[in-house]
């Protein structure tokens, strides 16, 4: 059989041997595991925005502004409790009490709001917003 097909007119093949060996190990491999989303994946693009920053402390709160950027003269919160970053707005500032109250109807750890299921994602980007933060 060997002999009848070396007979045979062969194709010019313009691939070569290690391109050709490439192909095939491709077809061999078994597809790749579907990705692992967290919750923060279901959001919109906007809210993932608002969640990374809070999540990471890169974001236009007073705390980071003064600390890292230098460009306002003080950390503090308007409230004047504490400096205002991520955990002071979403557990403790006074001012936003009752907003807090109307979204949070009982208390949620800061992990939760910042790491939990979508549900708890969506209502963390809601209560900025609604605050009027700019993040």
């Known amino acids: ?71 306002v003269p003080s950390p503090m919160c308007p409230c004047g409790d504490a400096e205002q970053d991520a955990a002071h707005i979403l557990q403790d500032c006074r001012n936003l009490q009752p907003l807090r109250r109307e979204i949070w109807t009982r208390p949620v750890p800061l992990h939760e709001k910042l790491h939990g299921p979508v549900e708890a994602l969506h209502k963390t980007t809601s209560f900025i917003t609604r605050a009027g933060l700019h993040v």
Do not use: C, W, Y
Not at 3 to 15: H, M, R, T
């Open 1 to 71: 059989m060997a002999k009848l097909g070396a007979e045979d007119e062969q194709e010019e093949n313009p691939v070569s041997s290690t391109e050709m060996k490439t192909v095939i190990k491709s077809l061999l491999k078994p597809p790749p595991p579907p990705p692992t989303h967290d919750s923060n994946h279901q959001l919109s693009r906007p809210e993932q925005v608002v969640i990374f920053r809070l999540r990471t402390g890169h974001n236009r709160m007073q705390q980071h502004l003064h600390k890292k950027l230098r460009a």
